[in-house]
């Protein structure tokens, strides 16, 4: 033993590591908050619990030279038409430069790869919960993969995802939707499956808050298309497609359930398509005379932005914005 005038030398090191900090002894602090007080600490504070309250970010992908899928056979890039894509771009900007004039924030996805044709359509490729993402795996083939820029994009933002799905679960964000603060409903159909709903019912029980699955009729695309909600007391629904336990649902939480004058056609398809950016306003597609009057009688406010040009690729302003934040309960 090193001595200094008879006593031992305070520096020397014991071989022993029992009782040092990283082993829980002296100087060890016990992380004591739960996950969902993290939110707005060590977490970005991003959530949603409604669909209604007032909406204050989003993510976007702004489209380019991917767009030229659709000149050759659309429907090989699950699109309706060819598309002008200088002019699909311009109202994109648009659509942007009014999220911004409203105060909401716009993050965009930015891919370093190549982007899939379809990339612009965020709301597909994951949905917020009240505490984190649930990242999406889209149904078609040739959207495999888009997920993984979206999965990026919130992690540099500081959005926990909790659940990425696996086995042969498909699932896309427009398939779920928020009734009240504890409960999603979900629509099983074409892309997202059984598998799906199983794993993210599992996600959902774990923090609280329950989940209702519907069947979604044959020949249809999201449960996006069947219902919107505009206010805490006010669903818009498309008759004769929306599942009867959807509007029983709804009504048993106190909404009134509203069909505006829907046909089978790409007006009644963009009217839908609309995203809500507050109790009783809405972004919509410009130009729909049947369909905007009727939401004002609903004393609704409707923001327009052209999109006639982006909603040849079948989606509109509801499919382009992957709603990342509101205000919560």
Known sequence: MNKVAGKPNSNAKSSSTFGASAYGGAGWVQREKA???ELGGIWASHKIDSEWRPLQAVIVHQPGDELAASLGDPDSVLMLEPLDIARAREQHVAMVEAYEKLGVAVHHVMPTGAPAPNQMFCADLFVMTPQGAILARPAGQVRAGEERWVARRLADLGVPILKTLTGEATFEGADLMWLDEKTAMIGRGHRTNQDAIEQIT????????EMLAVDMPYGTMHFMGMLRIADRDLAICWPR??????????????????????????ESYRAMNFVTLGPRKIMMAAGLARFQPFFEQHGI?????????????????????????????
């Open 35 to 37: 996950h969902g007080d």
């Open 202 to 209: 599992t996600v959902l029980a774990e923090i609280g808050c």
């Open 241 to 266: 497609r929306t599942p009867v336990a959807t509007v029983k649902a709804l009504e048993a939480r106190g909404y009134e359930v509203v069909c505006p004058p829907y046909e089978d056609d790409a």
């Open 301 to 329: 406010h409707c923001v327009t932005v052209a999109t006639d040009e982006l909603s040849k690729a079948a989606g509109n302003i509801g499919c382009l914005t992957g709603v990342l934040g509101r205000v919560t309960k």
